[in-house]
């Protein structure tokens, strides 16, 4: 049971914004420009930085449903997507999106984690 | 210094606006709709809410520009924003003002650290399920905003007086991204 009464039968985000249209306007214009926008960084790349941060969160819904859409995007297996929550610095993937991954954990933590070097 | 190349000694957010105005545009529309339109609880309270979890998150100048603004906003009893900043419950709030920054202080540690007990605790005093979904988006949004601040290390001023003006500026225009610096 969420904490509010939302429409039914909507998971994860989907029950609040419905609840609240006037907020979900601008926060799905941002995640369309952020993950979907023109941008040097692929779909994929972009949707897996989501996925880690949401699984560093601990949120459940955030994780997989974007953990679907980078394997989507990736042409990988669940199991890599997984492997990548679990240490991406295993993975194959490119070291400049190690690098950012790296940034993107530090922001989980706080803004002021982000280091110069 | 910031870690990357924003308009010269702009400062905090409104840096990051001009570099990436396309990202501005519904950061700004939704501090628009979540501080300012219509809404049960008064912009003063809302910003409250902001200037409790920027002070817990450590960002100065979220925190201060906020405080700046619900000064501002609260008139004569402007003190209980700096009580709030120094962790007290001013008894000019209502009680369910006070049950709602509880919930705000348990988003910014998790979402999931947001407990059934606060939630009930603040319908007890008379909070209805649009107050706390909107606390819940204000706590979640100044998460998201003082790391997206401190996270590019932007440009933090020192001086009270440039937060004043900010005060002044976001309490009576409120939120529109910076066409130029």
Do not use: W
């Amino acid at each position: 049971m969420a904490h509010i009464t939302l429409p039914e039968n909507l998971p994860g985000i989907r029950g609040p914004m419905a609840f609240r249209p006037e907020t979900a306007a601008p926060l799905n214009q941002l995640a369309e420009i952020l993950l979907r926008g023109e941008s040097t960084l692929t779909r994929g790349e972009r949707e897996l930085i989501g996925t880690y941060v949401s699984s560093l969160n601990d949120c459940f819904f955030c994780q997989n449903a974007h953990g679907c859409l980078a394997q989507h995007y990736l042409q990988c297996d669940m199991a890599f997507i997984d492997q990548v929550k679990r240490d991406y610095t295993v993975t194959p993937l490119s070291d400049k999106l190690k690098a950012l991954l790296a940034i993107a954990a530090s922001v989980q933590r706080g803004g002021k984690f982000v280091t110069a070097a | 210094m910031a870690h990357i190349a924003v308009p010269a000694g702009v400062p905090g957010i409104r840096s990051l606006a001009l570099f990436r105005p396309e990202t501005a545009k519904p950061l700004y529309e939704l501090a628009q709709v979540l501080l300012r339109e219509p809404s049960s609880l008064s912009p003063a309270e809302r910003e409250l809410i902001a200037v409790h979890v920027s002070t817990r998150n450590g960002c100065v100048f979220c925190a201060s520009s906020h405080a700046a603004a619900a000064r501002e906003l609260f008139g004569e009893v402007r003190a209980v924003v700096d009580e709030v900043i120094a962790g007290g419950a001013p008894a000019e709030l209502s009680p369910k003002m006070k049950a709602l920054l509880v919930i705000a202080g348990q988003v910014q540690q998790s979402g999931r650290a947001v407990t059934p007990e606060a939630v009930a605790a603040a319908r007890a005093e008379g909070a209805d399920d649009r107050e706390i979904h909107d606390t819940v988006l204000i706590a979640a949004t100044f998460c998201m905003f003082n790391r997206y601040v401190d996270g590019l290390d932007t440009l933090t001023p020192t001086d009270p007086q440039t937060y004043a003006e900010m005060g002044r500026r976001l309490s009576t225009v409120g939120y529109a991204p910076p066409k130029s610096a």
